[in-house]
């Protein structure tokens, strides 16, 4: 762990194996922190807090600069890592990788330009001003879906906007964790500013948001631990970025090849591991066989399920064998309510671990079984078939989750319409669902399961500051 500017062990000396779920081996032994190890990087931080704060914009822009620079000369090494880790295909690791670097970079420039104000007062002679400050020590807790970017987009714009952070990662992806925490440690912030802790979540994630010490919250994950952080956070600053059920839509003006191409990115990308994936599709009914038969061939086609290290690969196993284990349910509760398997089903053999899943596409799923209802976070493209724009709009808000949608229309009216009437914070036009940019703000709508709070650009920024009113006489 890295605490207080020092690399450490935990205070108990207790460890925990890391397992790759690409090749079932062993890869590291990591420290198994506990509340006294939050605890005390929370002090660190809050030591820290003072001094950092006080840097100038500028300084602490040229230290994300530096973090930066530490990814950049470390790519080769941070993508075999993360596939080994995370068991995302090298091919993906690399993107992940090259959108880290940006993130840092993002956060750089954009921490320069975090102004305030200069508001009227309704007294003569009086001046007013209104200026940001950081709100202290911001407590991140993250996933292992993306285990550099999603750090990344609540570390960095907490430290570019001047507050002190402690980190604790996903237990899964901890290997990961410590590859990206090793950059930051050398581009020599002062000790304290930020810190790492590995450890279950139920504890040192606990911990870090309940803790007094800690003045904000990033918190991004699925909506029942959100739910628990949110709790345990109660009356603190917040971003939640929770979880995600967010329907393509397909009308029957739509462009299919665009359509289908698009898809194969949605239900694919990091084995649908993704809260933007797209877990459900709901395709109207007069274009929904051509479709599905589009959607197969391209899957054929391009969707290589195999050795994430192989240059070839573009489907690598699970994560967990709790992803997996619901994406099991929830393809098994769509069959026996009357789906179809037009590609894929089941787990794949002949690999080094049972984590592999098969590409998978269900025809004529019912709109309310599991893998319509809920998040299954796996290689799935279920197939709701839909009559009109209107049943599309009804099915994509009886959802509890509100974090992204998209559409696809030739019509943009009916495109307008759709992002005016669906409650998702996030809405592509003939776009995939996993599609987004490092410096636009994302999460979910008020009243849904998906959160609450922006990541992207300087929208956590905004969050993790606050205004101070100074009035001069």
Aim: charged letters at 20%; glycine letters at 10%.
């Amino acid at each position: 762990m890295f605490v207080d500017g020092a690399w450490t062990s935990s205070l108990s000396g207790d460890t925990f194996t890391a397992e790759s779920p690409a090749t079932g081996e062993e890869i590291g032994s990591v420290p198994r922190g506990d509340r006294d190890d939050a605890r005390l990087a929370i002090g660190a931080a809050n030591r820290a807090a003072d001094g950092w704060a006080h840097t100038t914009a500028f300084e602490r822009a040229a230290a994300m600069h530096r973090i930066a620079d530490q990814v950049d000369q470390r790519r080769e090494e941070l993508t075999r890592t993360l596939t080994l880790d995370q068991g995302k295909p090298v091919v993906e690791a690399r993107d992940e990788v090259e959108e880290l670097v940006q993130y840092w970079r993002n956060a750089a420039e954009d921490g320069k330009r975090l102004e305030g104000r200069l508001p009227n007062s309704i007294s003569p002679g009086k001046r007013v001003l209104l200026i940001r400050r950081p709100r202290g020590v911001i407590g991140v807790i993250t996933p292992w879906n993306w285990p550099y970017t999603m750090p990344a987009e609540l570390i960095a714009p907490a430290l570019a906007s001047g507050n002190t952070v402690v980190w604790t990662p996903a237990t899964t992806t901890a290997i990961a964790a410590i590859a990206l925490a090793e950059c930051v440690a050398e581009a020599d912030l002062p000790p304290g500013v930020f810190n790492l802790v590995t450890g279950p979540g139920s504890t040192v994630g606990d911990e870090i948001a309940r803790n007094p010490g800690t003045h904000g919250v990033g918190f991004i994950g699925s909506t029942e631990t959100g739910q628990k952080v949110a709790a345990a956070a109660a009356g603190k600053a917040a971003i939640l970025e929770l979880g995600g059920n967010g329907p393509i839509v397909v009308l029957d003006d739509a462009d299919l090849d665009l359509a289908a191409e698009a898809t194969v990115t949605a239900c694919f990308l990091c084995a649908g591991q993704s809260c933007t994936a797209g877990e459900r599709l709901l395709v109207h009914r007069d274009v929904r066989e051509e479709f599905v038969a589009k959607l197969a061939r391209l899957v054929t086609e391009r969707v290589v399920l195999g050795d994430p290290f192989a240059e070839a690969t573009t489907l690598g196993p699970l994560n967990n064998a709790g992803v997996a284990e619901k994406m099991d349910e929830h393809v098994a509760d769509a069959l026996e309510r009357g789906a179809t398997v037009v590609s894929g089903g089941a787990r794949a053999g002949g690999f080094p671990t049972d984590l592999y899943w098969q590409a998978t596409i269900l025809d004529g799923v019912p709109a309310d079984s599991l893998v319509a209802q809920e998040e299954t976070f796996g290689p799935v493209a279920p197939i709701v078939a839909i009559d009109s724009l209107e049943q599309a709009i009804e099915l994509a808000n009886a959802s509890p989750f509100g974090l992204l949608s998209a559409i696809f229309t030739r019509d943009i009216a009916k495109g307008l319409r759709y992002a005016d009437s669906v409650r998702t914070g996030w809405v592509n036009v003939n776009e995939s669902s996993n599609y987004w940019e490092t410096h636009l703000p994302f999460g979910g709508r008020s009243g849904s399961q998906s959160g609450i709070g922006r990541v992207g650009g300087t929208a956590p920024m905004e969050s993790f500051t606050e205004l101070q009113t100074v009035v001069l006489s």
